[in-house]
DNA sequence: GATTAGCAATCAGATATAACGAGTGCTAAA
DNA sequence: TTTAGCACTCGTTATATCTGATTGCTAATC
């Protein structure tokens, strides 16, 4: 669609303006390596993009800013997906080799890695609990009234919850609850610890309501609830121009405040390894002024969660994505 | 030191300046109905205050402002601290019977009700770990080199965490371990897990370093790991004229992301029941144009760990000292 | 002696005006 | 097709002026 040097213009373009946060006028442009022609030359080249709407004004007698749709078609088309320098590999997988033991510390070292390579605020969410199947559940008698459970899902992942109940209950009980338990569970997805199987127990088990209720509620509760949500280099933001803007900065805050709506982000459609959303695209319109990219890790092939960068439209794209993508693939790489 | 209508004054000029966040003029003092005076009598108490150091100008021609010791000597001399109605009464109450199944999560909803009633930002801090004895650790295998230590605390705290091991081993171990852990940990403090422990045990037992190593190394991570921080409405802060400056907004976003330090701010110091720390009275360089309260809260008798408010100097003492003093008492009177 | 009315002085903040300069669009020449 | 040239636009910055809230002080009053 566009020609080859129009293409250059605009990719200039962007470049220019993620780097310097300016408005970028023609003789800037000109001394460009790819551009050896005069600033009037560029000139009507820009004239042409703006009238194509790949490009902005800030006012009548401005440089150029890249529109939404300018952003999208050097997401799309112009950049290099492969920016990421030798220390930079180095330093991420050192981090990733960090020993774990509970896979969902990788999470969060991850998180911290992106947000310290690229400077942008970075947030994830643990795997969701869907299409998760039951290994094994275990109770431990904790005290007289006082058991807990832990559940051992086929990708490694665990849950523990404890669960207290108004009357003593004893080890051999507790006994016949895990082999019950096991027995009615195993290789069953997460969900079907819900009503029915409490009715099902009550009626197979001699034990009343007061003690297959509790342990039901409970394990209910700990598998729906909210999943962890990790957060790092909100300040980092605060140091990007646009928000100097009080308006901006509100609304970033109030984004990151609000656990349900990054949640959202962090869930909303996947069509790609890695998915880039530019203002408008996003579906939340309090991100409207803000470009999120986001993507699902794995751990070998164990879903991981979702990991994502929230920046301004001026985001570096090229850096953001080539490091993604390296994250991506030493992850799927990684042996647990 | 103060005679009683300079007090009036201010008191007066506190809480109008922590209202309207705009500097108090003597005119506007006149409609105070404890101020029954010309603005020229108030003028001249003004003055007076001025002179010893309770009040200040933005400039030659402005209204005054509370210096620091102005609000030292209001919240010290001058408050009330039943502060509360009783609808804010009957919401607190609701939401602290909430039924919990772990005792930390009343600390969280305590976060959120305090950022709720007071519309300022809340930080929270679980209980340190130190003091603590050991009232009985449980080991559970979770796979053939996978295991779950749990430990139960005589505050009814409880940490587990998941040891993984080299090579393989079975029940008949983790029954020995079991025993000889108890054997040694019962009514211990916590850090008596640590190296000399562990080569007490290695001597004592025929299991290898490979066993009983990791299992120690663990434990100690989960016993020592930054303890959760809980944070409630950051961006009730940014609705504050005085969060229109960019410094100060700046300035607070790195403190919110700076766990290290929100833990440093909820462990100074604890004289009294609730601290307040005015602006360059706080510890921490990045505080001084805030003020801090905190408070250690128990359930029962059990420490609970700290609840802090940090909002701008010109903050509502009094309603937050109030709230906080109802919910500690609350608290306190509560069983578990 | 304490209180108050009156008034000049002060100064931040709002409003008005002018000068500056980066950058554009367009025309005509190369 | 490219480029030089130039009038024009408009945000930004600097400067000056005006406004109004508030003070400090003096002298009159209670």
């Given at each position: 669609?566009?020609?080859d ?9 962007v470049?220019?303006y993620?780097?310097?946060?300016e408005p970028?006028?023609s003789?800037a ?11 009037a030359t560029?000139?009507?080249?820009m004239?042409?993009?703006e009238k194509?709407?790949?490009?902005e004004k800030?006012?009548?007698s401005s440089?150029?800013?890249p ?5 999208r078609?050097y997401?799309?088309?112009l950049?290099k ?5 030798l220390?930079?590999i180095?330093y ?5 080799e960090t020993?774990v ?8 070292i991850?998180?911290t ?6 400077h942008y605020?970075?947030l ?7 299409d998760l199947?039951?290994?094994e559940?275990?109770f431990?008698?904790?005290g007289p009234?006082?058991l807990?459970?832990?559940?051992l899902t086929n990708t490694?992942?665990i849950?523990?919850?404890i669960?207290k109940f108004?009357e003593d209950?004893?080890?051999k ?6 082999y019950m338990f ?5 290789n069953?997805p ?11 127990l009550i009626?197979e088990?001699?034990y ?7 342990i039901?509620?409970?394990?209910k509760?700990v598998i729906?609830?909210?999943r962890?949500?990790y957060?790092?280099?909100a300040?980092?933001?605060f ?14 805050v109030?984004?990151i405040d609000?656990?349900d709506?990054?949640t959202d982000i962090l869930n909303s ?7 880039v959303?530019?203002g408008?695209?996003?579906?939340k319109?309090?991100l409207?002024d803000?470009?999120v990219?986001t993507?699902?890790h794995k751990v ?6 979702t ?7 001026r985001?570096?794209y ?7 993508k390296?994250?991506n693939?030493?992850?799927k790489d990684?042996?647990?």
């Amino acid at each position: 669609m566009l020609d080859d040097r129009k293409k250059k213009v605009l990719k200039a373009i962007v470049e220019e303006y993620i780097n310097t946060a300016e408005p970028v006028g023609s003789i800037a442009l000109t001394q460009n390596e790819d551009l050896k022609y005069s600033s009037a030359t560029i000139r009507n080249e820009m004239a042409d993009l703006e009238k194509s709407g790949y490009l902005e004004k800030t006012h009548t007698s401005s440089g150029r800013i890249p529109s939404e749709k300018g952003y999208r078609y050097y997401v799309d088309e112009l950049l290099k997906d492969d920016n990421i320098s030798l220390e930079e590999i180095k330093y991420i997988s050192e981090k990733l080799e960090t020993k774990v033991n509970q896979i969902e510390d990788l999470t969060k070292i991850t998180t911290t890695t992106i947000s310290e390579i690229t400077h942008y605020t970075t947030l994830a969410i643990g795997p969701s609990t869907q299409d998760l199947l039951i290994e094994e559940i275990k109770f431990v008698l904790l005290g007289p009234r006082m058991l807990m459970a832990i559940i051992l899902t086929n990708t490694g992942m665990i849950k523990e919850t404890i669960i207290k109940f108004e009357e003593d209950i004893n080890e051999k009980q507790v006994e016949t609850i895990n082999y019950m338990f096991n027995q009615k569970l195993k290789n069953q997805p997460l969900e079907i610890i819900d009503v029915p199987l409490e009715e099902y127990l009550i009626n197979e088990m001699k034990y009343s309501v007061k003690v297959i209720k509790p342990i039901i509620e409970q394990i209910k509760k700990v598998i729906l609830q909210d999943r962890q949500i990790y957060l790092e280099g909100a300040n980092k933001s605060f140091d990007l121009p646009e928000f100097n803007s009080l308006t901006v900065a509100k609304n970033f805050v109030n984004i990151i405040d609000e656990k349900d709506l990054m949640t959202d982000i962090l869930n909303s459609g996947f069509a790609k390894d890695i998915n880039v959303y530019i203002g408008d695209e996003n579906e939340k319109e309090e991100l409207k002024d803000f470009s999120v990219i986001t993507f699902k890790h794995k751990v070998g092939d164990k879903d991981m969660g979702t990991i994502g960068i929230i920046g301004p439209k001026r985001m570096d794209y090229s850096k953001v994505i080539s490091v993604m993508k390296y994250i991506n693939k030493k992850l799927k790489d990684k042996g647990i």
